[in-house]
């Protein structure tokens, strides 16, 4: 591959390329999982030990995505059988088969799509990217890794609850956010939205500073 393939990057607030490919679910498309919430993200190589704890990871905590409506779609440039061979290794370790489709992306369609591939890293292999995807179909958020760090499936799932909890409530999440915990509400626009301690205090906001306030949702509303 050369160095400086020709490749796009999705941005936060755009449509997610839609996309038809092999996996070993068969042939998917990106748009049927409208609907669902997609975690799409990519490795650098079947067969390979940081990945494999990966995988493995995915799939042992893939009822948790699953709960919050998200669709894991892993995807690496090797083919179907290779994809097939690893995943059934993986059950073999584990005890544990693996629950969601791995995307082969042979020809790098997708990975060009996503902007996944860094030459400076790997002229071969996909980087670590993960793509927060909404259920309508809207990059939400994405995260890239290289080859030499593991994902945290505790980060990946804390994102999803902070950008589904945020979409609800018109609001969002400060700095170490976990679910449960307060969250930020906008700041005040205009001068005149802007309000004293006391009044923030009876409307049941935390007041820190007048463009500072947090306030308690309920996680399941
Ligand atoms: C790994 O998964 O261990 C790995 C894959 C590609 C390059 C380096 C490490």
Redesign the pocket.
Known sequence: MESDVAQTLPRIGEPAPDFEANSTAGTIRLSQFRGKWVMLFS???DF?????TEISEFARRNEEFVRRNVQLLGLSVDGVPSHIGWTRDIAGLTGRPVPFPIISDLDMHVSRLYGMLHPGE?NT?TVRSVFFIDDKGVVRALIYYP??TGRNVDELLRVFDALQLTSRHGVSTPVDWQPGQPVVVPAPATTEAVLDREQAEAQGLDYRTWYLRLKQVDPNS
Do not use: Y
């Open positions: 490795h650098p190589a390979t030990p940081v990945c494999t790997s292999a080859l030499s």
